[in-house]
């Protein structure tokens, strides 16, 4: 008997006492492995994620999390040989388990970057501006996310096992929240063998992730309301779980993805034979064939103009022709298995169903030629392009053969075809090849309500694209109706997910220790040592310069006009900027102010200040005149050192008032500060430590 697939709860690997059931490779039908959940402490599970794993990802701030998963991913990269060589028993070809395995751990990488980048060095996110509830300016309001104190149960389809987990731990994981993985059965094997060198890194907090190989039987019982659960497959497994009694008595957090009847439209400007022509029949035997059609985002339905149904049908089946269906590990194998032969046989049935309506134009559903197998013990399908000229038809719209199946359907016009597009009742993604931009607008605001992710390709972007079956770590992956109605990925938007997000309301002060971010009418400290002069350790939110008066004078706008080429009519031309409603005569320039207000709060001797990298939220709120004075108030607003660096960045907060006490300019402004010199630190604690003992 083959090896039993293993859980890792509670800490530890857990074996099922039982023998389980037997998961079968999907090249030759032999015994890979068998898997089975018997004797998991499902409700155990649960608790020691919120109560070891929770504590421990709390203790860390979002970049150090994402530190940790940018070397997990670099970890897993340098090993992923082995799981290359497993994948192929999932009927994966090295393109297919490139799209799994490398894409999986390229999304651990892509969050880690994004925490790095938009996310503070903190456990706190805020979430738009401060809203002024007050006249007075003492009290205000300020939207947080923070961590929800729960576990995110992830419940995967067989079709990714590692890209299929990794994109829901890993913005769970930035978040804070542990994560419960429920990977597929029949492709189990491939991510337990992931999830084991996870562990053996030692790279997460014990507890962060667990592993329930096997049965999810009991496990939706025991979640309550700070816990959420993620789903993938299909759309009627999707219903089921959402009106599951703990779920709807929990109120907890459902996103369900779902296999969608995606199109594809060849646009109405479209003629045979040209590239665009070319790229859509390219990308509709790419998404056939790929992974063997078991793609959640693969090309159910091609819609064609009605004059171009022979030409595209014609030239899909001559590049489905060239498709060599066999073992992965076969060179020149070009499309491998399906994940089973249960699944093989499923498609069959799909395939008879949407054939009352339509006609198979490529392939056989009972016969294919194989390379280096047994088409009779694999579970290997042709590619089945089918094409149906029913306009009233309703099985293109209802029914998916999840395999390398996709059916041609004419169309009349742009309206037309979005309004076929939609019978589709919500689909993860649509993709449009157009050469015109106008076009492309009209049909894609159309099918914008219908679709979680809508990609227009043409000769221009044809390059780059990544394709239409691509989910990217930066988008939003998900759909509305038939695909499940949730969202997942979409860079930060799939971290905060998994936050509540809490209007807080109270004084200036109290939201500027809540947030870390200092807001106006906090408390503002004014010393001897200009804040230029402190490292990153020695500041502290609400240290302010208060620099000024400087009076500008014509002569300073007339040299900058000059120095910089602005002769903008305001700045240059007394006659037409007296007749501009808005100034009355000559003002300076908004940069002069800007510089002129670097010029009053720069302290210009080296120190621990290292580099101005930039300037945010700019306006300019008054026109400033000659022989106005200016005046500048600078104060540290937000300090975020980074993870192993010498020096972080520290936010100003910049307010440019002029003599009546006007506001005439705001901003903030960004800067590298370094860190406390270590030296230093340890000479200030024993200098501490003597003065203690004295």
Same mark, same amino acid.
């Given at each position: 008997?083959?090896?039993?697939?293993?859980?890792?709860?509670?800490?530890?690997?857990?074996?099922?006492?039982?023998?389980?059931?037997?998961?079968?490779?999907?090249?030759?039908?032999?015994?890979?492995?068998?898997?089975?959940?018997?004797?998991?402490?499902?409700?155990?599970?649960?608790?020691?994620?919120?109560?070891?794993?929770?504590?421990?990802?709390?203790?860390?701030?979002?970049?150090?999390?994402?530190?940790?998963?940018?070397?997990?991913?670099?970890?897993?990269?340098?090993?992923?040989?082995?799981?290359?060589?497993?994948?192929?028993?999932?009927?994966?070809?090295?393109?297919?388990?490139?799209?799994?395995?490398?894409?999986?751990?390229?999304?651990?990488?892509?969050?880690?970057?994004?925490?790095?980048?938009?996310?503070?060095?903190?456990?706190?996110?805020?979430?738009?501006?401060?809203?002024?509830?007050?006249?007075?300016?003492?009290?205000?309001?300020?939207?947080?996310?923070?961590?929800?104190?729960?576990?995110?149960?992830?419940?995967?389809?067989?079709?990714?096992?590692?890209?299929?987990?990794?994109?829901?731990?890993?913005?769970?994981?930035?978040?804070?929240?542990?994560?419960?993985?429920?990977?597929?059965?029949?492709?189990?094997?491939?991510?337990?063998?992931?999830?084991?060198?996870?562990?053996?890194?030692?790279?997460?907090?014990?507890?962060?992730?667990?592993?329930?190989?096997?049965?999810?039987?009991?496990?939706?019982?025991?979640?309550?309301?700070?816990?959420?659960?993620?789903?993938?497959?299909?759309?009627?497994?999707?219903?089921?779980?959402?009106?599951?009694?703990?779920?709807?008595?929990?109120?907890?957090?459902?996103?369900?993805?779902?296999?969608?009847?995606?199109?594809?439209?060849?646009?109405?400007?479209?003629?045979?034979?040209?590239?665009?022509?070319?790229?859509?029949?390219?990308?509709?035997?790419?998404?056939?064939?790929?992974?063997?059609?078991?793609?959640?985002?693969?090309?159910?339905?091609?819609?064609?103009?009605?004059?171009?149904?022979?030409?595209?049908?014609?030239?899909?089946?001559?590049?489905?022709?060239?498709?060599?269906?066999?073992?992965?590990?076969?060179?020149?194998?070009?499309?491998?298995?399906?994940?089973?032969?249960?699944?093989?046989?499923?498609?069959?049935?799909?395939?008879?169903?949407?054939?009352?309506?339509?006609?198979?134009?490529? %392939?056989? &559903? #009972?016969?294919?030629?194989? =390379? *280096?197998?047994?088409?009779?013990? /694999? @579970?290997?399908?042709?590619?089945?392009?089918?094409?149906?000229?029913?306009?009233?038809?309703?099985?293109?719209?209802?029914?998916?053969?999840?395999?390398?199946?996709?059916?041609?359907?004419?169309?009349?016009?742009?309206?037309?075809?979005?309004?076929?597009?939609?019978?589709?009742?919500?689909?993860?993604?649509?993709?449009?090849?157009?050469?015109?931009?106008?076009?492309?607008?009209?049909?894609?605001?159309?099918?914008?309500?219908?679709?979680?992710?809508?990609?227009?390709?043409?000769?221009?972007?044809?390059?780059?694209?990544?394709?239409?079956?691509?989910?990217?770590?930066?988008?939003?992956?998900?759909?509305?109706?038939?695909?499940?109605?949730?969202?997942?990925?979409?860079?930060?938007?799939?971290?905060?997910?998994?936050?509540?997000?809490?209007?807080?309301? %109270?004084? &200036? #002060?109290?939201?500027?220790? =809540? *947030?870390?971010?200092?807001?106006? /009418? @906090?408390?503002?400290?004014?010393?001897?040592?200009?804040?230029?002069?402190?490292?990153?350790?020695?500041?502290?939110?609400?240290?302010?310069?208060?620099?000024?008066?400087?009076?500008?004078?014509?002569?300073?706008?007339?040299?900058?006009?000059?120095?910089?080429?602005?002769?903008?009519?305001?700045?240059?031309?007394?006659?037409?900027?007296?007749?501009?409603?808005?100034?009355?005569?000559?003002?300076?320039?908004?940069?002069?102010?800007?510089?002129?207000?670097?010029?009053?709060?720069?302290?210009?001797?080296?120190?621990?200040?290292?580099?101005?990298?930039?300037?945010?939220?700019?306006?300019?709120?008054?026109?400033?005149?000659?022989?106005?004075?200016?005046?500048?108030?600078?104060?540290?607003?937000?300090?975020?050192?980074?993870?192993?660096?010498?020096?972080?960045?520290?936010?100003?907060?910049?307010?440019?008032?002029?003599?009546?006490?006007?506001?005439? @300019?705001?901003?903030?402004?960004?800067?590298?500060?370094?860190?406390?010199?270590?030296?230093?630190?340890?000479?200030?604690?024993?200098?501490?430590?003597?003065?203690?003992?004295?």
């Amino acid at each position: 008997m083959s090896r039993m697939l293993q859980s890792y709860v509670q800490g530890g690997w857990h074996t099922a006492p039982d023998e389980g059931r037997p998961l079968l490779g999907a090249v030759d039908g032999r015994e890979i492995a068998r898997i089975s959940s018997t004797g998991v402490d499902v409700a155990g599970a649960i608790e020691y994620g919120r109560t070891v794993g929770g504590p421990a990802l709390a203790a860390m701030t979002f970049h150090e999390r994402a530190a940790a998963l940018k070397t997990l991913a670099l970890t897993l990269m340098a090993g992923k040989q082995e799981f290359y060589e497993l994948s192929a028993e999932t009927g994966a070809t090295a393109r297919d388990s490139g799209v799994d395995i490398d894409g999986g751990f390229g999304t651990l990488l892509s969050y880690a970057s994004k925490a790095r980048r938009e996310l503070p060095n903190d456990t706190v996110y805020l979430d738009g501006a401060l809203e002024k509830l007050g006249k007075k300016g003492t009290f205000a309001g300020q939207h947080v996310y923070t961590t929800r104190r729960g576990v995110a149960v992830q419940i995967n389809a067989f079709n990714f096992p590692v890209w299929g987990f990794l994109e829901k731990l890993a913005p769970a994981f930035v978040a804070g929240v542990p994560s419960i993985v429920k990977p597929a059965s029949p492709s189990a094997f491939l991510t337990e063998l992931v999830f084991r060198r996870i562990v053996e890194s030692g790279l997460l907090p014990e507890g962060s992730v667990q592993l329930l190989c096997g049965s999810a039987r009991g496990v939706l019982d025991h979640l309550g309301e700070q816990d959420s659960v993620a789903f993938t497959g299909s759309a009627d497994t999707a219903a089921m779980l959402r009106a599951h009694p703990g779920v709807v008595s929990g109120v907890v957090r459902f996103n369900g993805e779902a296999d969608s009847l995606n199109a594809s439209i060849l646009g109405p400007d479209v003629t045979a034979g040209s590239e665009e022509f070319e790229l859509y029949v390219e990308q509709l035997v790419t998404e056939m064939t790929v992974k063997a059609g078991q793609k959640c985002t693969a090309i159910r339905r091609a819609f064609v103009p009605e004059n171009l149904v022979d030409d595209v049908v014609d030239a899909a089946s001559r590049r489905l022709s060239e498709v060599v269906v066999g073992d992965p590990r076969v060179e020149g194998v070009t499309m491998g298995a399906l994940a089973s032969v249960d699944q093989r046989d499923e498609v069959r049935q799909s395939v008879r169903a949407l054939s009352a309506t339509a006609r198979i134009v490529y %392939g056989d &559903p #009972d016969s294919v030629d194989v =390379v *280096g197998a047994d088409a009779a013990t /694999g @579970a290997f399908l042709s590619p089945i392009l089918l094409r149906c000229d029913d306009r009233d038809a309703t099985e293109p719209h209802d029914i998916e053969a999840f395999g390398p199946v996709s059916t041609v359907l004419g169309y009349r016009d742009a309206a037309d075809v979005v309004e076929l597009a939609a019978r589709g009742k919500g689909s993860l993604v649509a993709s449009l090849v157009t050469a015109d931009p106008v076009i492309a607008r009209e049909i894609v605001l159309g099918l914008a309500p219908y679709h979680g992710r809508v990609l227009v390709l043409d000769r221009t972007d044809a390059r780059e694209s990544t394709g239409h079956g691509s989910p990217l770590p930066v988008l939003v992956h998900g759909g509305p109706g038939r695909a499940g109605g949730g969202e997942e990925l979409g860079g930060i938007r799939g971290v905060l997910h998994h936050m509540q997000r809490t209007a807080i309301q %109270g004084s &200036p #002060d109290v939201l500027t220790a =809540v *947030g870390r971010r200092w807001v106006p /009418g @906090a408390t503002r400290t004014e010393g001897d040592v200009h804040p230029f002069r402190k490292n990153l350790g020695e500041l502290t939110l609400g240290d302010t310069i208060v620099a000024g008066p400087r009076r500008v004078t014509r002569s300073d706008i007339d040299h900058f006009a000059e120095f910089t080429g602005d002769t903008f009519y305001a700045h240059t031309d007394p006659e037409a900027a007296a007749a501009n409603p808005l100034f009355g005569g000559i003002v300076a320039h908004g940069y002069l102010v800007v510089s002129l207000a670097a010029g009053l709060f720069v302290n210009p001797a080296p120190g621990p200040v290292l580099a101005n990298f930039g300037v945010d939220g700019l306006r300019f709120l008054t026109p400033v005149a000659a022989e106005d004075e200016l005046t500048v108030t600078l104060t540290a607003k937000q300090i975020t050192p980074r993870t192993n660096a010498d020096y972080g960045e520290v936010r100003w907060d910049a307010t440019v008032t002029n003599q009546k006490g006007e506001a005439v @300019a705001e901003y903030d402004v960004l800067t590298l500060v370094a860190k406390p010199d270590e030296n230093e630190d340890a000479a200030a604690a024993d200098q501490q430590l003597v003065g203690a003992q004295r």
